[in-house]
């Protein structure tokens, strides 16, 4: 399924939506419409499956005020793109696997979704993914969180994420001397 | 830098106004399922980052103690002075008033075999002294539940105690992983795990598997010495069991598993020394014979002492590197034998007797294939994948029940040898 930006088109695709009732719409914080296949919102967010499962999806666009339109377009892209992987992932599944940890590695096509958002675009994508109960998406954006800490020192954190060091240089030193046992390499 | 540019554009989502630390901006559950992604040491060493950060590590849900996160990049082991940083980092962080094994929910602690003992040591200490409650310890003997969901070891002693805490003392226990661990324990009984994986383990003790609850059971590359090991779980849906027959020398014995779904069953079988395990192959099928999806692999050629089970449920077979020279005898009984399947493969199958061992044992059977009472109506596709092997008898046999295969497709592949 298409995404839609524009207003108008949404509101084309969602007429159609309400003939199959294949899709549920969404209306993002500052009331942009997005179509999402009722199956996957379903079966990817907790709470969207608790909507649909409790009747309360509006047609006319279901408000979620907590979420902006460019995070729920991300959201809801990841829904489609999802959906459309699902061949591919049953074929790995069918594999002999070892990987059987609840946390499977991002596949090739999550990855590139989410090394293309913006530092700002990923972050809002992870409060969205918690908001919606997703819970896949949030462990991918999360993972992708984690790579950029690592193997970075506290300062290449900071700047990265723009933490501002609000300790004292007494108190740096005091924690860096009860904990030396994990600082031995500065 | 990328989030001063966003940080002018006009946003209404969830925390439009923050303009800059998006991270430390995040609840602590979040930055904990971050932390849940990175090794120990770099989780404590976020302390340093701000105030913020101070004891956010002390209350991570989830901890990775990953000797490789010591090692110098590249290295193909961890040197002295790694090592001896490991130890230090660990013996301090997993001191109750730092981080207590009982209050995670997920705990690994991947180690190599040099660090066997201090990491049963560390097991131990958590199993005995962690304490909800600092300063009260349990008296004696008694230990401590673990809260823990799951728990991933490599390389590490484990004992009885082990074992027993595992029963009794983790009653959350979901996923139990353990790679390359001695296993000095008797066995394994859970009321709550549903997946069990035993990947390179060895044990010379080890003789049951006892869980009402376990959904997935992998035994991969494993050394049991005694046996037989005894598989009690019946509500298993998916078994992977990838081991050389010779490490089983007191063979599997599955109970009956009616639950099952899908089953993939490799043996490694290259050596002629006698064992339990080789004669076990036809009645670790018969356990499993409600399944839906069977893979075997290296399966050898079976002589049947007993009635071939009947696989009512079977949709798709894969037979792997499987010896079919007893005149497809083997073939013929699964064809005969599963009357819902939809897709059968023969993987590299090897077809005719190896001239160079012309002293087959399995006495060939004057019943071929074609006198067989197959009953597939719902074979659509055969595929068959084939080396330098004879494949036209194969063929032949397949065209002379083609009348009970309707909607049956061949499609024939030949591969190179390897």
Redesign the interface.
Known sequence: MEVDKGKGEAEETRKVAEADRDTVTLKSSDGKLFEVSKEAAARLSTVLAGMIAGGSIDDNGTDLKQIGSEALENVVDYCNKHANSIPSAALISSSISFNTAPFKEPEEWERKFVDRLSHDALFDLVEAANFLGMERLLDVTCHKISEMMKGKSPDQIREVFNIKNDYTKEELEEIRQELAWAFYDD | M??EA??K?T??????FTV?????S?PDC?IH??????KA??V????????RW?HLWRSVPSLNIDLEEFKTEGAYHANVEERK?FE??T???LIPNNISIALLDKFQLHVHHYHREEAARWIRHGIKYSTQEPGIRPQGLSSTPWRLK?L?LSNINLDDSFAKHISSGCQNLE?L?LKGCPCHFHEITSHTLK?L?L?DCSSNVLSAITSQTLK?L?I?GCYIDDGPLVVMAPVVSYL?L?VAIYNFKGGIVLNEIPSIVKV?I?LVNNSDCPSKLGDDQFNLLDSVSKVT?L?LSAYKAMVLTEEFPQFENLKTLLLEKCDLSDNFQTLGHFLQSSPSLEKLTLRNCKFSKDPKKKKGKVKLNKQSLSQLDVRCKNLKQTEIIYRNDDVHKLEELLLSIAGSLPENNIKLTKVDSP
């Not at chain 2, 060493?45 to 701000?50: D, K, P």
């Open positions: 990328e989030f966003k940080g554009r946003r209404a989502s969830i925390s439009s800059g630390d998006r991270l430390s995040l979040l399922h971050i932390m849940s992604f990175m040491r770099q404590v060493q976020t302390c340093v980052l701000s105030t101070k940083k230090d980092f013996d301090h962080l799951r991933h996923d992983e997946n994986i990947k997935r992998v991969s992977l990838s993939s490799h999806s893979h």
